[in-house]
């Protein structure tokens, strides 16, 4: 897929016209990150957006001991950093690599000036962190109101609507889960099991499925 194929994706920048998008192509520049790699590191500077063109990556805040909260999984068509460029302070979290990793990045100086050149981007922008401060206080009310079983169903729905289906098309370990909701793996693995035999998900070698969305929405305590 060409950059300006890769930018067309991203929702921000899907209602430019093609010699505004050539010109923002212009300005973005290619990386490739290796599977487990740094990509940013919590409390570094913020200079780019860094929008996924290929692979998936982690937002992550990592304790002391070494244990990892993962804040959200990002995927192709996905872009972080941004709020770093809006109040210029440090970034608040890291982000890894989950496997091979294609990224388009866009310098603090570009992305300010596309800001001033196209409205709509920054209303896009406004759009998106509106998305993710409702996110945000979803999974701090499901940490303090629901059981695991709850939380494990609130996120299944969260990622089949970010694949924009049934299907979850993101590749999330039972690992990767029980660190998205603060449990342990073989908690989420039994859960994902209980969700399974009663007829809530299907599991197979394609990934999850959502079969019974209704009673997967009760289990999350979703109206």
Same mark, same amino acid.
């Given at each position: 897929?060409?950059?300006?194929?890769?930018?067309?994706?991203?929702?921000?920048?899907?209602?430019?016209?093609?010699?505004?998008?050539?010109?923002?192509?212009?300005?973005?520049?290619?990386?490739?990150?290796?599977?487990?790699?740094? #990509?940013?590191? $919590?409390?570094?500077?913020?200079?780019?957006?860094?929008?996924?063109?290929?692979?998936?990556?982690?937002?992550?805040?990592?304790?002391?001991?070494?244990?990892?909260?993962?804040?959200?999984?990002?995927?192709?068509? &996905?872009?972080?950093?941004?709020?770093?460029?809006?109040?210029?302070?440090?970034?608040?979290?890291?982000?890894?690599?989950? $496997?091979?990793?294609?990224?388009?990045?866009?310098?603090?100086?570009?992305?300010?000036?596309?800001?001033?050149?196209?409205?709509?981007?920054?209303?896009?922008?406004?759009?998106?962190?509106? =998305?993710?401060?409702?996110?945000?206080?979803?999974?701090?009310?499901?940490?303090?109101?629901?059981?695991?079983?709850?939380?494990?169903?609130?996120?299944?729905?969260?990622?089949?609507?970010?694949? +924009?289906?049934?299907?979850?098309?993101?590749?999330?370990?039972?690992?990767?889960?029980?660190?998205?909701?603060?449990?342990? =793996? $073989?908690?989420?693995?039994?859960?994902?099991?209980?969700?399974? &035999? =009663?007829?809530?998900?299907?599991?197979?070698?394609? +990934? #999850? =499925?959502?079969?019974?969305?209704?009673?997967?929405?009760?289990?999350?305590?979703?109206?």
């Amino acid at each position: 897929m060409s950059v300006a194929q890769t930018l067309r994706g991203v929702p921000l920048f899907a209602h430019l016209g093609d010699e505004e998008l050539a010109r923002l192509t212009g300005a973005v520049r290619e990386r490739t990150y290796p599977k487990n790699s740094v #990509i940013v590191f $919590e409390d570094d500077p913020g200079d780019a957006l860094y929008l996924v063109a290929g692979g998936q990556v982690k937002v992550v805040l990592i304790g002391e001991d070494g244990r990892e909260v993962i804040l959200s999984v990002l995927a192709q068509g &996905d872009f972080f950093g941004e709020m770093s460029l809006i109040d210029d302070e440090p970034r608040s979290a890291h982000v890894i690599a989950m $496997e091979d990793a294609q990224l388009l990045v866009l310098r603090r100086e570009d992305f300010q000036r596309a800001l001033e050149e196209y409205p709509r981007i920054a209303l896009g922008l406004l759009r998106a962190l509106s =998305r993710r401060l409702r996110r945000a206080d979803d999974k701090i009310g499901a940490l303090v109101l629901l059981d695991v079983l709850g939380r494990v169903a609130r996120v299944l729905l969260e990622l089949a609507d970010e694949s +924009g289906g049934d299907l979850i098309t993101k590749r999330v370990t039972h690992h990767t889960l029980a660190q998205m909701i603060g449990s342990s =793996r $073989e908690t989420v693995s039994r859960t994902i099991r209980e969700l399974a &035999d =009663r007829g809530l998900i299907e599991v197979s070698r394609k +990934g #999850i =499925r959502i079969a019974d969305r209704t009673a997967l929405r009760a289990a999350a305590k979703l109206s």
